[in-house]
């Protein structure tokens, strides 16, 4: 199942669409009965061995396992779509709520420098994301970029984390949604949720708007990607007129006197920020999932995401700046700080321009997060690691309506229960970790091709990556424990990691040259992303560490009790699981389902 070659059970398949019967969730051979079953469960531990070992190609990404969607998804986007995708993407509630938050408790003024150190961040692996994008343009974004280069199983950890920020992202920018709702209404948002005082704190207001929202967004994402992205434009060309106002008029009102204790919780409190901040970067990571539907990647990629990336920055930190200068931090608004600024200084009625302006920029991060997230998971349902039924493209829309539904059916639930800080820290949990495998990947990929790296050079690599991660965990970790400001652990980890970086760049050549654009200063700059990442790792409260915990451990239930089976049995049926020179070539990093039976690659047989 799922080969290029079509069977009569795939032409089946093909007749029934978007069916619901058993074979669209569980089609493998190991759930044909519970015999089998009982027996697939007996064979874990060399299942889960062959997943971990085993790698895909970017031409079975690209062919192999995009064809199990049955049909294509149209090639109608642009450089300047993507543009409007990433502003659309990024620019919500991150800035018009947790700034506020984050300003009045715990970064002060200073919260301009929060915004730079997690832009900084979000630019390094922009450009990491860049590279797969245009060499590996699938649906599947970051789960594709690992599957090929960090193997099957980290792929499917990294593609629970992609789900749940995802999820988690747009149930916080629906809650935002509904408390700019009622700034826009005259009313406290307590006003427009159920409160439950029977449930705990967290999880005691319920709110149905958001709710709403989120199915209007369902309907639009369902239709059409080149509708949404048009849609998408309209926002938010209003969206940055309104910012613009925003700048000018609150640099009218500025007050330099609110500056002058400019960093109250010093350099902890700044760093602490930016690792919540982070979530406000959360989503240009979607704009990936849609290469397969760009005309040209390779161009079109690296201008939409760069370019939309650099506009998100400049527009925040500005922002900042003007929030800081308008009120005293102590007094800026934890929920609607611009709209309380603008109404502290005078200007009453511009609390509804922003109001109205913050809905707009909310609404496209939820449609943009919408498209992405249906995207991500139909690409890691083509590999049965989730039942294939969620991969499946509509013929008449071109969109992934199952893969759809399901994702926004799982943020409406938690949109309605949950607190926004509790779903802002989980959610830079997930996207920092992320991250950081991406710009791990990325320097595999330049320096371990099979066949043609040594074993020596090999080594070296992973023992220089093993001192990259090491050390920046440990700086991590000092600076999450440490009550005070001693920098002498620093002075011993922070040489370990350039160090390490500086042996890969003089003492392993490069492997692999990108073929059309490639990341500036490699090792330097994905191993800087790494580092920072980590580092921001580091400044998230233990409780969301203990929930990202618990998440991961529903995954590997999960995967060990079906993922594993199901993306074992399709990889046995395409041909990846041949023992002999196939098996040798899959730990040297090569998939087997494109090597033949006589150990010659079908790319080479042509």
Known sequence: MGVDGVTGEDEGLRRRGCSCRKDDFLPEESF?????????????????????????????????????????????????????????????????????????????????????????????????????????????????????ELGDFIAYIAAGNILLEYVIGGAAVARSWTSYFATLCNHDSDDFVIIVHSMPDDYSKLDPIAVVVVCVICVLAVLSTKGSSRFNYIASIIHVIVILFIIIAGFTKADTKNYSNFAPFGVRGIFKSAAVLFFAYVGFDAVSTMAEETENPARDIPIGLVGSMAITTAAYCLLSVVLCLMQPYPKIDKDAPFSVAFEAVGMSWAKYVVAAGAL????????????????????????????????????????????????????????????????????????????????????????????????????????????????????????????????????????????????????????????????????????????????????????????FGIWTCVLLLYYFFFGLHASYDTAKESGENRTGDGWKRVEEGQSVSTVTASGVSLDEAK
């Open 32 to 148: 044909k009965s519970w015999g089998n079953y009982v027996q697939a469960l007996k064979e874990t531990p060399n299942r889960f061995m062959n997943r971990v070992l085993t790698r895909s190609l970017d031409s079975t990404e690209l062919h192999e396992i995009k064809a199990r969607s049955q049909h294509e998804m149209k090639k109608n986007l642009s450089w300047w779509d993507l543009i409007w995708f990433g502003i659309g993407a990024v620019i919500g509630s991150g800035i018009f709520v947790l700034t506020g938050l984050q300003a009045q408790q715990v970064s002060g003024p200073a919260v301009v420098l929060s915004f730079v150190v997690s832009g900084v961040s979000a630019m390094l692996s922009v450009f990491c994301y860049t590279e797969f994008a245009v060499e590996i343009p699938v649906a599947g974004g970051s789960f594709a970029y690992l599957r090929v």
């Open 360 to 547: 707009k920029g909310m609404t496209t991060v939820l449609l943009v997060g919408a498209v992405g997230q249906a995207r991500y998971l139909t690409h890691i349902a083509r590999t049965h690691m989730l039942p294939p039924w969620l991969a499946q493209v509509h013929p008449k829309t071109g969109t992934p309506i199952n893969a759809t539904i399901v994702m926004l059916i799982a943020t409406a639930i938690i949109a309605f229960f949950t607190d926004l800080k509790i779903l802002a820290d989980l959610l830079s949990i997930s996207t920092l970790f992320i991250f950081l495998l991406v710009a791990l990947a990325l320097i595999v990929r330049r320096y371990y091709v099979s066949g043609e790296t040594s074993t020596t050079d090999r080594n070296k690599l992973i023992s220089c990556l093993i001192l990259i991660l090491g050390s920046s965990t440990a700086t991590a970790t000092y600076w999450g424990v440490s009550e005070n400001n001693d920098w002498v652990a620093y002075v011993i980890t922070m040489p370990i990691w350039f160090l390490a970086t500086a042996g890969i760049a003089v003492f392993i050549p490069q492997a692999r040259k990108p073929k059309v654009w490639g990341v500036p200063l490699v090792p330097w700059l994905p191993s800087l992303s790494i580092a920072i990442n980590i580092f921001l790792l580091g400044s998230i409260d233990g409780a969301s560490f203990k929930r």
